[in-house]
T-cell receptor, first 114, second 113 residues
Protein backbone atom coordinates (compact mmCIF):
# COMPACT_ATOMS: atom_id res chain seq x y z
CA UNK A 1 0.00 0.00 0.00
CA UNK A 2 3.08 2.24 -0.11
CA UNK A 3 2.48 5.17 -2.47
CA UNK A 4 5.42 7.57 -2.02
CA UNK A 5 8.71 5.84 -1.34
CA UNK A 6 11.88 7.57 -0.23
CA UNK A 7 14.95 5.48 -0.85
CA UNK A 8 16.60 5.86 2.54
CA UNK A 9 15.19 6.28 6.04
CA UNK A 10 18.48 7.39 7.59
CA UNK A 11 21.59 8.69 5.86
CA UNK A 12 24.94 9.88 7.20
CA UNK A 13 27.23 11.75 4.83
CA UNK A 14 30.46 13.70 5.11
CA UNK A 15 30.84 17.41 4.47
CA UNK A 16 31.54 18.08 0.82
CA UNK A 17 29.99 14.85 -0.47
CA UNK A 18 27.44 14.88 -3.28
CA UNK A 19 24.22 13.39 -1.92
CA UNK A 20 21.25 11.98 -3.82
CA UNK A 21 17.84 11.58 -2.21
CA UNK A 22 15.41 9.57 -4.28
CA UNK A 23 11.63 9.66 -4.26
CA UNK A 24 9.27 7.46 -6.25
CA UNK A 25 5.46 7.62 -6.38
CA UNK A 26 3.12 5.05 -7.89
CA UNK A 27 -0.04 7.16 -8.14
CA UNK A 28 0.65 8.76 -11.54
CA UNK A 29 0.71 12.20 -9.90
CA UNK A 30 1.85 15.14 -12.01
CA UNK A 31 3.25 17.18 -9.13
CA UNK A 32 6.15 16.36 -6.86
CA UNK A 33 7.76 18.35 -4.06
CA UNK A 34 10.77 18.30 -1.78
CA UNK A 35 10.50 19.87 1.68
CA UNK A 36 12.86 19.94 4.60
CA UNK A 37 11.51 19.75 8.15
CA UNK A 38 13.31 21.41 11.07
CA UNK A 39 11.98 21.87 14.62
CA UNK A 40 10.26 25.22 15.05
CA UNK A 41 10.48 26.00 11.33
CA UNK A 42 7.88 23.62 9.99
CA UNK A 43 8.14 22.35 6.43
CA UNK A 44 9.99 24.55 3.99
CA UNK A 45 9.78 24.03 0.24
CA UNK A 46 13.07 23.36 -1.53
CA UNK A 47 12.03 22.52 -5.10
CA UNK A 48 8.97 21.31 -6.91
CA UNK A 49 8.00 19.95 -10.29
CA UNK A 50 4.69 20.03 -12.12
CA UNK A 51 5.81 17.85 -15.02
CA UNK A 52 8.61 15.67 -16.32
CA UNK A 53 11.78 17.65 -17.05
CA UNK A 54 10.24 20.66 -15.32
CA UNK A 55 11.48 22.12 -12.02
CA UNK A 56 10.90 25.29 -10.04
CA UNK A 57 12.67 26.75 -7.05
CA UNK A 58 10.87 26.82 -3.76
CA UNK A 59 11.64 29.03 -0.79
CA UNK A 60 15.06 27.60 0.14
CA UNK A 61 16.74 26.19 -3.02
CA UNK A 62 20.30 27.28 -2.24
CA UNK A 63 22.69 24.33 -2.12
CA UNK A 64 20.20 21.95 -3.73
CA UNK A 65 19.22 20.84 -7.21
CA UNK A 66 16.65 18.37 -8.51
CA UNK A 67 16.05 16.02 -11.38
CA UNK A 68 12.83 14.68 -12.83
CA UNK A 69 13.53 12.45 -15.82
CA UNK A 70 10.46 10.26 -15.32
CA UNK A 71 7.00 11.14 -14.05
CA UNK A 72 7.21 8.83 -11.05
CA UNK A 73 10.68 9.82 -9.81
CA UNK A 74 11.92 13.08 -8.31
CA UNK A 75 15.48 13.28 -7.04
CA UNK A 76 16.95 15.86 -4.68
CA UNK A 77 20.68 16.50 -5.02
CA UNK A 78 22.94 18.16 -2.48
CA UNK A 79 25.85 19.27 -4.63
CA UNK A 80 28.31 19.61 -1.74
CA UNK A 81 26.77 18.61 1.58
CA UNK A 82 27.23 20.94 4.53
CA UNK A 83 26.39 20.52 8.21
CA UNK A 84 23.55 23.04 7.95
CA UNK A 85 21.82 20.64 5.59
CA UNK A 86 21.37 18.14 8.40
CA UNK A 87 17.60 17.76 8.47
CA UNK A 88 14.57 15.61 7.77
CA UNK A 89 13.73 15.62 4.06
CA UNK A 90 10.18 14.91 2.95
CA UNK A 91 9.01 14.15 -0.56
CA UNK A 92 5.38 14.62 -1.55
CA UNK A 93 3.24 14.23 -4.63
CA UNK A 94 -0.16 15.52 -5.66
CA UNK A 95 -2.65 15.40 -8.47
CA UNK A 96 -3.87 18.38 -10.46
CA UNK A 97 -7.59 18.63 -10.15
CA UNK A 98 -10.49 20.14 -8.35
CA UNK A 99 -11.41 16.91 -6.63
CA UNK A 100 -8.21 16.29 -4.80
CA UNK A 101 -5.85 18.93 -3.54
CA UNK A 102 -4.04 16.85 -0.97
CA UNK A 103 -0.42 15.86 -0.82
CA UNK A 104 0.75 12.31 -0.23
CA UNK A 105 4.00 12.35 1.70
CA UNK A 106 6.75 9.80 1.96
CA UNK A 107 8.05 8.73 5.37
CA UNK A 108 11.06 11.01 5.15
CA UNK A 109 14.84 10.71 5.02
CA UNK A 110 16.75 11.87 8.07
CA UNK A 111 20.07 13.16 6.75
CA UNK A 112 23.02 13.84 9.02
CA UNK A 113 26.04 15.62 7.56
CA UNK A 114 29.19 15.24 9.64
CA UNK B 1 5.33 35.16 -1.03
CA UNK B 2 2.89 33.56 1.36
CA UNK B 3 3.73 33.37 5.08
CA UNK B 4 1.87 31.14 7.52
CA UNK B 5 2.15 31.55 11.29
CA UNK B 6 0.94 28.75 13.58
CA UNK B 7 0.25 28.81 17.34
CA UNK B 8 0.78 27.36 19.84
CA UNK B 9 3.99 25.45 19.22
CA UNK B 10 3.09 22.94 21.94
CA UNK B 11 -0.29 22.03 23.40
CA UNK B 12 -0.98 19.67 26.26
CA UNK B 13 -4.53 18.55 27.11
CA UNK B 14 -6.27 15.90 29.15
CA UNK B 15 -8.12 13.11 27.38
CA UNK B 16 -11.66 14.23 26.58
CA UNK B 17 -10.78 17.95 26.45
CA UNK B 18 -10.89 20.03 23.29
CA UNK B 19 -7.82 21.31 21.47
CA UNK B 20 -7.58 24.35 19.23
CA UNK B 21 -4.68 25.26 16.93
CA UNK B 22 -4.66 28.59 15.12
CA UNK B 23 -2.97 29.80 11.94
CA UNK B 24 -2.75 33.13 10.18
CA UNK B 25 -1.73 33.71 6.57
CA UNK B 26 -0.48 36.76 4.75
CA UNK B 27 -1.60 36.45 1.12
CA UNK B 28 -5.26 37.30 0.61
CA UNK B 29 -5.15 35.33 -2.67
CA UNK B 30 -4.75 32.04 -0.77
CA UNK B 31 -7.76 29.84 -1.40
CA UNK B 32 -6.99 26.42 0.03
CA UNK B 33 -6.15 25.55 3.65
CA UNK B 34 -5.30 21.96 4.60
CA UNK B 35 -4.30 20.47 7.94
CA UNK B 36 -1.81 17.62 8.25
CA UNK B 37 -1.09 15.24 11.12
CA UNK B 38 2.36 13.73 11.51
CA UNK B 39 2.79 10.74 13.79
CA UNK B 40 6.18 9.67 15.04
CA UNK B 41 8.34 8.21 12.28
CA UNK B 42 5.84 8.94 9.54
CA UNK B 43 5.23 11.56 6.92
CA UNK B 44 2.43 14.10 7.39
CA UNK B 45 -1.05 12.93 6.44
CA UNK B 46 -3.95 15.13 5.33
CA UNK B 47 -6.74 15.09 7.94
CA UNK B 48 -9.04 17.89 6.80
CA UNK B 49 -9.03 20.83 4.43
CA UNK B 50 -11.14 23.86 3.63
CA UNK B 51 -11.50 26.07 0.60
CA UNK B 52 -12.00 29.80 0.64
CA UNK B 53 -15.66 29.66 -0.32
CA UNK B 54 -16.52 27.77 2.88
CA UNK B 55 -16.48 29.07 6.46
CA UNK B 56 -16.47 25.81 8.37
CA UNK B 57 -16.04 22.11 7.72
CA UNK B 58 -16.46 19.16 10.09
CA UNK B 59 -15.41 15.55 9.99
CA UNK B 60 -16.40 13.61 13.10
CA UNK B 61 -14.29 15.01 15.98
CA UNK B 62 -12.31 17.48 13.92
CA UNK B 63 -13.41 20.76 12.41
CA UNK B 64 -11.75 23.65 10.64
CA UNK B 65 -12.97 27.25 10.55
CA UNK B 66 -11.85 29.98 8.18
CA UNK B 67 -12.11 33.74 8.57
CA UNK B 68 -11.04 35.26 5.26
CA UNK B 69 -11.43 38.82 6.44
CA UNK B 70 -9.02 38.30 9.31
CA UNK B 71 -6.91 35.85 7.30
CA UNK B 72 -6.89 33.15 9.92
CA UNK B 73 -8.07 29.58 10.20
CA UNK B 74 -8.24 27.11 13.06
CA UNK B 75 -8.32 23.39 13.76
CA UNK B 76 -10.65 22.16 16.48
CA UNK B 77 -10.40 18.66 17.92
CA UNK B 78 -13.14 17.64 20.35
CA UNK B 79 -13.13 14.73 22.82
CA UNK B 80 -9.41 14.27 22.39
CA UNK B 81 -7.90 10.80 22.67
CA UNK B 82 -4.29 9.70 23.29
CA UNK B 83 -4.02 8.66 19.63
CA UNK B 84 -4.55 12.31 18.68
CA UNK B 85 -1.06 13.00 20.07
CA UNK B 86 1.06 14.07 17.08
CA UNK B 87 2.50 17.09 15.31
CA UNK B 88 -0.09 19.11 13.41
CA UNK B 89 0.68 21.42 10.51
CA UNK B 90 -1.52 23.99 8.84
CA UNK B 91 -0.83 25.15 5.30
CA UNK B 92 -2.07 27.59 2.69
CA UNK B 93 -1.98 27.69 -1.08
CA UNK B 94 -2.68 30.22 -3.82
CA UNK B 95 -2.10 27.66 -6.54
CA UNK B 96 -4.75 25.70 -8.39
CA UNK B 97 -5.63 22.32 -6.92
CA UNK B 98 -2.56 20.26 -6.16
CA UNK B 99 -0.09 23.14 -6.28
CA UNK B 100 2.56 24.15 -3.80
CA UNK B 101 1.72 24.62 -0.14
CA UNK B 102 3.23 26.96 2.44
CA UNK B 103 3.26 25.32 5.88
CA UNK B 104 3.10 26.69 9.39
CA UNK B 105 5.70 25.87 12.03
CA UNK B 106 3.80 22.94 13.52
CA UNK B 107 2.11 22.22 16.86
CA UNK B 108 3.07 19.31 19.07
CA UNK B 109 -0.18 18.07 20.63
CA UNK B 110 0.04 15.78 23.64
CA UNK B 111 -3.11 14.17 25.02
CA UNK B 112 -2.67 12.78 28.53
CA UNK B 113 -4.79 9.74 29.49
Amino acid sequence: DVKVTQSSRYLVKRTGEKVFLECVQDMDHENMFWYRQDPGLGLRLIYFSYDVKMKEKGDIPEGYSVSREKKERFSLILESASTNQTSMYLCASSYWGQANYGYTFGSGTRLTVV
Amino acid sequence: GENVEQHPSTLSVQEGDSAVIKCTYSDSASNYFPWYKQELGKGPQLIIDIRSNVGEKKDQRIAVTLNKTAKHFSLHITETQPEDSAVYFCAASISPGGGKLTFGQGTILTVHP
